[in-house]
Structure formats: C-alpha cells, structure tokens
C-alpha cells in the first residue's frame, strides 16, 4: 500500500494486489477484503463533471498525447519507450508502467501538476 497522490484530501491509498490460482477464489478473497475495508464497490454516479479551465488541447499537442478529465483534474498519461515486463509477462500500461502527469486547474486557466510518482 502506497501513495501516489502527495498532500490530496481525503489521502488516497493506492494497493498493488498480486495472487495466483483460480481467478474466481482470488476475485472472491479481493471481494471480501474490500468489503471489511468498507471500500464502496458501486461506481460512483453518473453525474457529468464540472468543465475545468485548461487549455487541454494545447496540452495534449505539447505532450504529443491526449489527456482526460477526471475528478476535475486533466490527466494525461506517456507510454514509455520500451516494454516493461515481469516474470516475462509485458505489463500494461494501465497496470503503471506509463507516465502519468496530472494537472490540477488552480484558476486563470493555470495549473499545477499533481503527479509525485517518478519511475526509472
């Protein structure tokens, strides 16, 4: 259990979980631990974000990728150059083997970046 997100409020927790077996046990015991952690399993309501005041576009053409909002920061994820792998298995991008830079509007159309995690 780790932190990506320094200072951020309420603190966000991120778990790396890692099993082996048959799919259904392991999803089951995941199940059962989020629960008595009262982690909330329903995904959250479908209300549509507020628009935040960035110039997304610009950012993406500078990073050469685009961005997305979420939870009113523009996140923009950097594929690495080479194939991160473990135990001989390639590691997807969505699994943290990409650069994510976030940015969180602070007014004015200026932001500040939200993204501690640094990798080799």
Same mark, same amino acid.
């Given at each position: 259990? #780790?932190? #990506?997100? +320094?200072?951020?409020? $309420?603190?966000?927790?991120?778990? #790396? &979980? +890692?099993? !082996?077996?048959d799919?259904?046990k392991?999803?089951?015991?995941?199940?059962? @631990? +989020?629960? +008595?952690? *009262?982690? /909330?399993?329903?995904a959250?309501? @479908?209300?549509?974000? $507020? $628009?935040?005041?960035?110039?997304?576009?610009?950012?993406? !053409? =500078?990073? @050469?990728? *685009?961005? *997305?909002?979420?939870g009113?920061?523009?996140?923009?994820?950097? *594929? !690495?150059?080479? =194939?991160?792998?473990?135990?001989?298995?390639? &590691? /997807?991008?969505?699994?943290?083997?990409?650069?994510?830079?976030?940015?969180?509007?602070?007014?004015?159309?200026?932001?500040?970046? !939200?993204?501690?995690r640094?990798?080799?």
């Open positions: 259990m #780790h932190n #990506h997100l +320094l200072r951020a409020a $309420p603190a966000t927790l991120y778990m #790396h &979980v +890692l099993g !082996r077996g799919p259904v392991l999803a089951a015991a995941l199940h059962d @631990g +989020l629960a +008595l952690s *009262k982690t /909330p399993l329903t959250p309501s @479908g209300a549509a974000p $507020p $628009p935040i005041e960035l110039d997304m576009a610009l950012i993406d !053409r =500078t990073l @050469g990728a *685009k961005g *997305k909002v979420n009113g920061v523009y996140q923009v994820s950097l *594929k !690495r150059a080479g =194939t991160v792998s473990d135990a001989g298995m390639a &590691v /997807p991008d969505a699994m943290g083997s990409a650069e994510a830079i976030n940015f969180q509007p602070t007014g004015g159309s200026t932001a500040r970046p !939200r993204s501690p640094i990798s080799s």
